[in-house]
């Protein structure tokens, strides 16, 4: 059973870093893709970044990139996803997401994923 949880959730300042991880267990995913999605009150819940397991491949939504890094080891068979200049509106639970590899376009897609975590809450204050 495959089974993902999240941890590295804070109360930061703006302009602050945070790194979430995701220990994922249960099988191989190596034909899987590993995303982190975030939810904030009163929102619907929305893609963040996603990484392919196998060629190491990234996905970004806009309102992240060049701020966030999502990284992946497969040693540990663990998923980062490294948050830098923290915004008040990045305040949300994250949750970390699994699901066989499609295509590119499905990545930002929140019902292809068939595996969620616990989720993580990451507060950002001004």
């Known amino acids: 059973q495959v089974q993902l949880v999240e941890s590295g959730g804070g109360l930061v300042q703006a302009g602050d870093s945070l790194r979430l991880s995701c220990a994922a267990s249960g099988r191989p995913f190596g034909d899987y893709v590993l995303g982190w999605f975030r939810q904030a009150p009163e929102k619907e819940r929305e893609f963040v970044a996603a990484?392919?397991?196998?060629?190491?491949?990234?996905y970004y939504a806009d309102s992240v990139k060049g701020r966030f890094t999502i990284s992946r080891d497969g040693a540990k068979n663990t998923v980062y996803l490294q948050m830098n200049s923290l915004k008040p509106e990045d305040t949300a639970v994250y949750y970390c997401?699994?699901?066989?590899?499609?295509?590119?376009?499905?990545?930002?897609?929140?019902?292809?994923?068939?595996?969620w975590g616990q989720g993580t809450q990451v507060t950002v204050s001004s």
């Open positions: 990484i392919n397991w196998n060629d190491g491949t990234t």
């Open positions: 997401a699994a699901g066989p590899w499609s295509r590119r376009a499905t990545v930002p897609v929140e019902r292809r994923y068939n595996y």
